[in-house]
Structure formats: C-alpha cells, structure tokens
C-alpha cells in the first residue's frame, strides 16, 4: 500500500515522536493513504514553520505482514469505538495499546463535533449522527519502532510555496 507523509522536510527515516499537543491516536509517526491530505498536512506544516518548501514523502507499507506481525487495530468508520479512542488520546487518557492504529481523520470539521461532545454540549448520539455526514480521510500512526519496520521510504515530492 503506498502512503503519504507531509512536512516541510525530507523524512526518509520516520521516527517515533512523542506528540507536543493531543492527538487523534496519540504519538508516533503518521501518513495517510490520501495524497491530497499530506499535501494539505505539508502546506500546513511549511506554513507553520515559514518554510519555503513542502514535501510529500512517499512509503510503501507492508500492511499485510504488518497485521501477522504485530498489533493493529482498524476503525472503518468515524463511529462510537473510533469516538471513544480519539477523545481518551485527546484528552491524555491514552487507549493506544497498538502497534499501529488505522481510521478516520477528525479534520478540522470532525474536530469541531469532537469539541462540542467533549464539552458536553452535544451527547455521543448526535455527535455520531453529524459525523456520518462527513467525508473523512484516512491516517495511519506508527505507535512504535517495531511498526515502522513496516514501512519503506520510496521518494520524497517537494512543492515550492508560492
């Protein structure tokens, strides 16, 4: 399977990096298989950091020996299990017991409905509700060393910022 990571350098040996804000599957390294999305990650990234350039670092991931070899666990779906995951990760209260955690992405317009649940101001049927009309994209976290054995560096694509 061939996967995208976005930044605004050259990663060519991905590291496992304890994340410096919550994130949806806690840290570690994370790609997506949806190449418009690292290049919005990139864009970001390049933005935040006033880099001139971006990249689009390209993997092959070897999914299939991954999930003999090591623990994953798939949410297919922005439902209820994938809920619970990103607001404990969010929140500090890690469930990330896995090698490599796979599913839904809460953008921007997720993150929002997220906010709303977490505060109370919405409960979980409703969040549930407004999430299933959302079009999400995927990522993909490498929770340890071993999951990154997984994945193999192909190319990295760099955009130049205009």
Partial sequence: MICYHGS?????????????????????????SNKEQALAWAKRVAYRNNSKKHY?????????????EVTVIKFEKADKNWLDFICANRSGRSLNNYDIVIGPVADDRVYRVVILFENGDIDKESALRRLKTEVLSDQILFHTEKALSFLEFVKAEVITND
């Avoid at 990663?11 to 496992?16: L, M, R, T």
């Avoid at 689009?56 to 003999?68: I, S």
């Fill in 8 to 32: 605004d350098t050259v990663v060519d040996a991905p590291k496992i990096l304890e994340a410096n804000r919550p994130l949806d599957f806690g840290g570690g390294f994370y790609v997506t």
């Fill in 56 to 68: 689009v670092n390209v993997y092959e991931f070897d999914l299939e020996k991954a999930e003999r």
